[in-house]
């Protein structure tokens, strides 16, 4: 929910360990909230599904409102806020129709794809350099994604398409966090992107309503208080270990979304979704490497989290 633009002002101490842990904890927490939105099913609308996230989700950011309120905010600006709020809508909206549609295991790998996308958006929009071992690395994830996908071996369907859509649109609101994230503090960043994404979603959620039973509605306050344990869980883990210590642990989230989907929720098995996320996953933690090896601020956000 955006909640992880935090790190990308965050000093980074050598605490592995810690870091490592914190990170299984937030795994724990976003391969809950993928738990959580498979087992609430189609019953309730996507748009629905994801303004009701959000609007439970803004109370959690109750905390933040005092450090938001003391930031000064010009024209530019807010056009920026509410331009990604509507950008990272249309994505939450994906999100949660491909939950709905397609694999734990599936929605968990594309997923991973999302700080490729950032990377091709930063040198596209940002001026950011591609070197030919970053070019190679992104070719490698592309290659994971096929694998992933296996078009002409297996049926393609409209949930595989959502959640590869939903990965591009992830990383171009990312892209547009390290544009906003350069005038304000992490707290405006994440208030803001809650409070217009919650904005976004209400007229498409009205056009479908479906009055939510109140265990519907305990569901999806538990996804949005996984969700923001999971995003403040990474941002400590973060803080407390290198990037390239604390991203491989994130494949344990396929892994165990893997394994959740096999036996809660009785999907096969799919040994190349396994080997594509790893892929794409080895793809993305070079990129980072190499940042650090560069001594630079990183743009590629680390891999991967729900936005949601």
Request: hydrophobic share 60%; aromatic share 12%; glycine share 8%.
């Amino acid at each position: 929910m955006g909640v992880q633009d935090a790190i990308m002002t965050q000093p980074v101490p050598a605490r592995p360990v810690t870091g490592i842990l914190w990170m299984l904890f937030a795994g724990i927490c976003f391969v809950g909230v993928n738990a959580l939105v498979k087992y609430l099913g189609d019953r309730i609308p996507a748009a629905e599904s994801a303004f009701l996230r959000y609007l439970f989700g803004f109370f959690f950011l109750i905390p933040l409102f005092r450090s938001m309120l003391s930031v000064r905010i010009d024209r530019v600006l807010w056009i920026q806020f509410i331009g990604r709020g509507v950008f990272h809508a249309f994505g939450v909206m994906l999100w949660f129709y491909a939950m709905t549609q397609i694999s734990l295991a599936d929605v968990t790998a594309i997923n991973y794809l999302s700080p490729v996308y950032v990377t091709i958006g930063a040198a596209l929009f940002l001026g950011e350099r591609l070197a030919i071992r970053r070019i190679m690395a992104i070719i490698l994830a592309l290659v994971g994604a096929a694998i992933i996908l296996r078009p002409g071996f297996r049926e393609i369907g409209t949930g595989h398409w959502a959640m590869m859509l939903a990965a591009v649109v992830f990383g171009g609101s990312y892209v547009l966090a390290k544009v906003v994230v350069d005038k304000a503090n992490p707290a405006l960043v994440v208030g803001m992107l809650s409070l217009w994404v919650t904005v976004a979603l209400a007229p498409f959620a009205i056009a479908v309503w479906v009055t939510p039973t109140p265990a519907e509605v305990a569901i999806l306050v538990a996804v949005a208080f996984c969700a923001t344990t999971g995003h403040y869980a990474m941002t400590l883990a973060f803080a407390a270990a290198p990037v390239t210590v604390t991203q491989p642990v994130t494949f344990l989230q396929l892994v165990w979304a893997t394994l959740l989907g096999v036996f809660v929720f009785h999907e096969a098995l799919d040994p190349y979704v396994l080997a594509g996320g790893g892929l794409i996953l080895a793809s993305v933690t070079f990129i980072s490497w190499r940042e650090a090896v560069l001594n630079r601020r990183a743009v590629t956000p680390p891999a991967p989290a729900p936005e949601v």
